[in-house]
C-alpha cells in the first residue's frame, strides 16, 4: 500500500530527501523536470510539434523552465517559454533555471500583465505556473491568464498540479483553474486527482518517480493509500492439494425479486467464480427456472412472498451477502429484518439493502460489527446525508467506518475503502468500460465469496474490489459485459499467487 500524501507532507518529503540524501534543492528540480519529460516523450513522441511552456516564477516555473531546456536537449524543435512575472518574487531554482535556459537557443518572453500573453496557436501548452505552492484561489493576473489558457486549442499538460487546482481539500466548481488534458505529477498521485471533482479540471494524470525518500513517506501521518498488487499477493492463499468444498466455506446471497432477479444471478455467479467452496441463492419462487436454468451449480432457497424458508439454518453459512435486485418495498424490508436479527456474522450489505437501512435507519443497529456496505455515491448519500464535495465523503466516510465498526466501500473510478481502524484506501484499477448495471452485484458475490473462504471482511473487501477493477480491465472492448467479467475471474485471480 503507498502512503498517499498531502502538499505539505511532500513539502517535508522534499526537505527531509534533501537533508537526508547526497541531493540538493536544484538536483530534485532536475529530477523532476527529466521525469517529467521521460513521461511527456511517451505521449508526445513528434519532435516536430510546436510547445508553449507557461512559466511562473517559483518552483513550479523553474521546473518548466528545465523541462523546456530538456525537451530542447530531446531535440523538440519548436519550443516556446513565457514567463509570467506577475510576483515581484522568484525562488532560488527559478533563477539559476532561467540562467541556464539563456545559453540555449530559445524564444523566451516574460509578460508583465495578461493581455501581453499571445497570439498562440501552439500544439501543446504545457503549465508550469503554480504548483503545490497554491495557498489561495488564483486572481488578477494569474486568472486572466489561465482563463485565456484555458480557451486555446492546444492539447494541455500540466505540470505537478493544474494552476488553480488544490491538490486536497473540498474543491468547489470554479473557472480559474487550468483545465489540463494530462497533469505529470511527481512521486505520489495527489489526493483530489483521486476524486471526481477533479474531471473538469483534469482528464488523466500520470506519477513521475523524482525519487524522495520512500521510507520517510511510508512513515508519515494520515490515513490515505493507494492499493497495489502486492497488497493481492500479500493476501491471496493458494487452494491446497487435500481441500475440498468445505475447505472454501459456504456462501449465502440474499438477492432478486421477480423483476430483478439478473442481479442475484450476477452475484451468485461472481461468488462462484471467485472461488466459494458452495453458493446458494436465497430467491423468490418466480425466479427458481431463471437460476436452475442459468447456474446449475448454485443451490437455491426460495422465499415464498416476504418469508424466508423456516428450514434456512443460518448458522451454516459462512458469509452472506444481502441487497442485489432484493426490492425496497415491505416484502423486502422483512426479508432484511429477518436476515440482519438472525445471521451473527459480517455482513455484505448492497444496493437495495442499503436504501433500505437509508429508510429505516434504525436498522443499522443490528448490522453486526464488522460487517461490508458498498454503497455507489447516490446510496452513500442516502446513508449518510447529502455532500456537497467528495473531499466530504472521505471525511464522512472514515468517520462512519471507525463508529460502525464496518468496512465502507465506496464505488467508483477509484474506489474507495474505508476501514473499521479509519483507513481510506484508494483503489486504482478498472475501467470506465466497467459504467454499466450489474457491476456492482458482481463485486458483491466476489466479496461475499471471499468471506465464505476465510478472509476477513477487510481483507475480502480489499481483494475483491482490486480484482474486479482488474477483470474488467482484461475484458477487451467499449464495454464490459457483468457476465463476461465474471467468466475472467478464475483465470484474473491466479494471476495473483
Ligand atoms: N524541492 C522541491 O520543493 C521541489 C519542488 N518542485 C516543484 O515546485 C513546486 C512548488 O514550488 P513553490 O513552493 O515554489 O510554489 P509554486 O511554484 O507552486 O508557487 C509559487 C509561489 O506563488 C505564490 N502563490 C500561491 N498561490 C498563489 C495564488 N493563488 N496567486 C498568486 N500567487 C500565489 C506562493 O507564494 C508560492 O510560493 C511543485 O509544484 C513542483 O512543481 C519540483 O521541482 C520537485 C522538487
Ligand atoms: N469509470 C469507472 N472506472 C472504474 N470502475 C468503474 C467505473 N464505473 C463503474 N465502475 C465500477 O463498476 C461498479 C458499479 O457498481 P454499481 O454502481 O453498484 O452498479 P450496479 O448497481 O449497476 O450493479 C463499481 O464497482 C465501480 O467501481
Ligand atoms: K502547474
Not at 507532507?9 to 534543492?25: F, G, L, M, V, W
Not at 545559453?103 to 500544439?123: F, H, M, Q, T, W
Not at 490515513?223 to 475447505?247: M, N, T, V
Not at 467468466?487 to 494471476?495: G, M, N, S, T
Request: one cysteine or more; glycine letters at 10%; charged letters at 20%.
Amino acid at each position: 500500500m503507498l502512503k498517499l500524501l498531502t502538499s505539505s507532507q511532500i513539502r517535508e518529503a522534499d526537505a527531509y530527501t534533501i537533508a537526508n540524501k547526497p541531493i540538493q534543492s536544484l538536483d530534485l528540480m532536475e529530477n523532476a523536470s527529466r521525469a517529467f519529460v521521460e513521461l511527456f516523450m511517451e505521449d508526445f513522441s513528434d519532435r516536430t510539434l510546436s510547445i508553449s511552456v507557461y512559466c511562473g516564477t517559483g518552483n513550479n516555473g523553474g521546473d518548466g523552465l528545465a523541462i523546456a531546456r530538456i525537451l530542447h536537449k530531446e531535440g523538440y524543435e519548436r519550443i516556446k517559454v513565457i514567463i509570467a512575472r506577475f510576483s515581484e518574487k522568484s525562488s532560488l531554482d527559478f533563477n539559476i533555471n532561467l540562467d541556464r535556459l539563456k545559453s540555449l537557443d530559445l524564444e523566451v518572453k516574460e509578460i508583465y500583465r495578461a493581455a501581453d500573453a499571445g497570439p498562440e496557436n501552439a500544439d501543446i501548452i504545457i503549465d508550469a505556473l503554480l504548483g503545490s505552492g497554491l495557498n489561495k484561489p488564483l486572481d488578477g493576473e494569474w486568472k486572466d491568464l489561465v482563463l485565456w489558457l484555458n480557451t486555446l486549442d492546444g492539447a494541455k499538460v500540466a505540470v505537478d498540479i493544474p494552476s488553480g487546482f488544490k491538490a486536497e481539500g473540498a474543491v468547489g466548481r470554479t473557472d480559474a483553474v487550468f483545465r489540463a488534458d494530462l497533469a505529470i505529477t511527481f512521486q505520489r498521485a495527489r489526493l483530489n486527482f483521486l476524486l471526481p471533482d477533479s474531471s473538469p479540471y483534469l482528464k488523466y494524470f500520470e506519477v513521475a518517480d523524482i525519487g524522495l525518500d520512500e521510507a520517510f513517506m511510508q512513515d508519515g501521518e494520515g490515513p490515505y493509500y493507494l492499493l497495489s498488487e502486492d497488497d493481492i499477493r500479500d493476501r491471496l492463499r493458494a487452494r491446497l492439494p487435500f481441500s475440498h468444498k468445505g475447505s472454501y466455506g459456504h456462501a449465502l446471497l440474499v438477492a432478486g425479486a421477480p423483476e430483478t432477479m439478473g442481479a442475484a444471478l450476477l452475484c451468485s455467479k461472481a461468488c462462484l467464480y471467485t472461488g466459494a467452496g458452495l453458493t446458494s441463492a436465497c430467491i423468490p419462487a418466480e425466479g427458481l427456472n431463471a437460476l436452475n436454468a442459468a447456474m446449475p451449480e448454485v443451490m437455491a432457497v426460495v422465499r415464498e412472498g416476504n418469508r424466508l424458508p423456516a428450514s434456512l439454518q443460518w448458522g451454516k453459512y459462512q458469509s452472506a451477502g444481502i441487497g442485489p435486485g432484493l426490492g425496497t418495498g415491505d416484502k423486502s424490508l422483512h426479508v432484511l429484518k429477518d436476515t440482519l436479527k438472525n445471521f451473527a456474522k459480517p455482513i455484505v450489505i448492497d444496493a437495495d439493502g442499503l436504501n433500505l437501512i437509508s429508510s429505516n435507519y434504525e436498522l443499522m443497529q443490528l448490522v453486526p460489527e464488522f460487517s461490508v456496505l458498498t454503497p455507489h455515491v447516490k446510496e452513500f448519500d442516502r446513508l449518510f446525508g447529502e455532500h456537497t464535495s467528495w473531499w466530504e465523503r472521505l471525511e464522512t466516510g472514515i468517520d462512519r467506518a471507525v463508529t460502525l465498526g464496518c468496512t465502507i466501500v465506496l464505488k467508483n473510478r477509484y474506489t474507495i475503502i474505508f476501514t473499521p481502524e479509519g483507513r481510506c484506501l484508494f483503489n486504482p484499477t478498472g475501467t470506465p468500460a466497467m459504467a454499466t448495471g450489474g457491476m456492482g452485484d458482481v463485486l458483491t458475490g466476489m466479496i461475499v465469496s471471499f468471506v465464505a473462504q476465510g478472509y476477513t471482511p477487510e481483507d475480502a473487501a480489499i481483494m475483491g474490489v482490486y480484482l474486479h477493477g482488474i477483470a474488467g480491465e482484461s475484458v477487451q472492448g467499449y464495454v464490459v459485459p457483468p457476465s463476461r467479467l465474471i467468466e475472467a475471474l478464475p483465470e484474473v485471480i491466479l494471476r495473483y499467487l
